[in-house]
């Protein structure tokens, strides 16, 4: 440690952020303190010094070297102010910052950039920060560069200096010859000659280039700084508003309140030229959630990649080691606090429990296996989608409203499919990767025109990460956009799914209903509607922290289950099996962020093998208005007084006119199943498969009557009687 009376005697006096910095100043001779922190200012220590030199001649200069971040540069300055009203002499060291990582005096140490001329040139950047006006910084900008015309800034506004070559000749010569010294000629000559008039309020800072290659649009990404408060606004720039003083006046005024250009065009292409030149390129997602070509996870302010958290920068970028990432999608917001050192709080594991059971384990998992479905599908080529169904006040809004805090997405259950329009519902399902799309119920009976166009089978391409839908490019050309499927399909009604096949296979089906609910359940639901979003949003950093972990257990236990659930006699789809299986290992995994204990973990894999089984019957079913159609059927023709309602002249055959069964109904005064959808179902039935609908020889009267014609099971080619 230097004495008072060590660093009295010294010229100038070093202070500086850091122990390393001092240290590594002093290696190269220059005496320097650490200060620690940039808002430390050294009052006792100065008194001190201040006492040491009260009988020498002159004082150390103070140079102020604190780091050239925001921080820093502001502390600078006020503390200059502070030593020089102490009577103290002082001067400013600043490095230049040219790449993302912060240059420090230890850094310029160890790349042996601190000769005397280097210090010489962050003498003169101390300099340039601390010019008292305008026209003294345009003076040392004109000293070291010799520009006859250029623009920069000074307190929070944009200047534009000009310096006449002949005017400052003229002017030197008329100087020389009155006497004065050269050197002073000179100076005096182009500080007479100095023509610094403001062009705009404020200070654009371009910081860096981001384009959609998607959409083939591009923008520049501004920082508009103010004079009053050190206020700032940052926002976008097309290239268009760029290339005309009037149109960027236009667009500066537009984001930027009170902030003018007054400056021309000319004076424009000047200042991008300079912040132009070699600008730093950003990529960009117009999504919320997981890139899978940049293997990276972007939520919101904070982004994971290779399970370490970042956190967005002053410039509203990810630097991501090599990779500079940002999300343009606003869509989504979440808002997420991450854990603290005390770690991640799952009081709210035990609260679904005691409400739902396992069933809420299942829902849990679904949601925390959504988080890696681009991963999963990757693996395993699918991911299947969750059906939440049951009975009305049963708590499904509950738990999924609860779930969607999990991801820091406060006061949002999903959208209603049905009336939303194509491009709504295409909109819905890309702007998240790694997320559930959660589709709510819509108004049974509604006969509005968007109700009417939502058709399931829309979803079937989600399923492998396929486009649901697919869009022209505008560009006059043959282009297409067909964003793939990126989150996790979620389906919460109060009725099950009526659809194809295809798309049944495709769901793992969940059944909540109102038995069992107590007073204490309840409350428990109230204690996770009450819980605010902060408390567990650490849930989703903890999750995609896990991914190594959570994606090797996925691998290894997805093998087991599978094998597991395709023993059961019960379970014949191979899809089944694959979707199921899928959902025990992603229960398995779990345990990596919450504790389940092997009491639980166990409960909910045997609940999942049942809805394996559940969904397998479901399947091999026919649709509830076919099973309806034909006991009606069977109840006709058992009746058949005066003939049944079967026009089939072959017995291996059944041919039904729906309009004779209509009749046949309405004179025992039976209810009809609604026709609209009877005829949508009727293709689907599994008991007596669907043949054809076409015209047939009526064996009841001997006309010719369109007809629903299946298949008669058990049933051997020929002529009925």
Partial sequence: KRSADDLATADDIWLVEGIFDALSLRQHGYKAVALLSCNNYPKEALATLQRATADLPSRPRLIWALDSDKAGIGYLKRWVRDARKAGWTCAAAQIPQDGARKVDWNDLHLRDRLEKKAIEDYLWHGDVLLAATQVEKALLLYDRHKWATFPFDFEGRMWWAKFDGSLISNKRSELIKNGMDADEAEELAV??????VEIAN?????????????TDESWYYFRIDFPHDGASIKNTFTGGTLAGGAEFKKRLLSIAPGAVWTGSTG??????KVQLAKIKTVETIDFIGYSKEHRAYVL?????KDGVLHTQNDEDFFDLGKLSLKSIGRSVSLDITPAGSEGLDTAWVDLIWKC???????????????????QIREAEKSFPFLEVVGDP????????????????????????PSKSTAAARARNFAQVANMPVVLIESDRGDDTAHSKKFDWDELKTAYNGRSVRSTGVKNGGNETREPPFRGAIVITQNFAVDASDAVLQRICHLHFTVKGHTKETKEAAQTLERTPVENVSGFLIEAVKAEAKV???????????????QRSPDVKSQRLAKNHAQLCALVDALEHVVPLGAERNQATVDLIHEMAAERQRAINADHPLVQSFWELFDYLEDEAEGGGVDHAAKTELIAVSLPHFLSKLAARRLEAPPMSDLKKVLPTSKSRKFVDYRAVRSSIDQKTVKCWV????GQKLGARS
Wanted: aromatic content about 18%; overall charge negative; charged content about 25%.
């Fill in 191 to 196: 500080r007479e000659a100095a023509d610094v």
């Fill in 202 to 214: 404020c200070v654009p800072t371009a910081l860096y280039y981001q384009a959609n290659p998607v």
């Fill in 267 to 272: 004076q424009l292409d000047r200042l991008m």
């Fill in 300 to 304: 919101g302010d904070y982004a994971v």
């Fill in 356 to 374: 739902y059971g396992a069933k809420g384990v299942v829902a849990l998992a679904f949601w925390f296996g959504s988080l890696f479905a681009e």
């Fill in 393 to 416: 006040g049963a708590g499904k809004s509950t738990l999924v409203e609860f779930l969607w805090k999990l991801l820091g997405r406060a006061d949002y259950e999903g959208f209603d």
């Fill in 551 to 565: 994606m090797a257990t996925f691998r290894e236990r997805y093998a087991y289950h599978e094998a597991e659930i």
């Fill in 710 to 713: 299946f298949s008669r099971p």
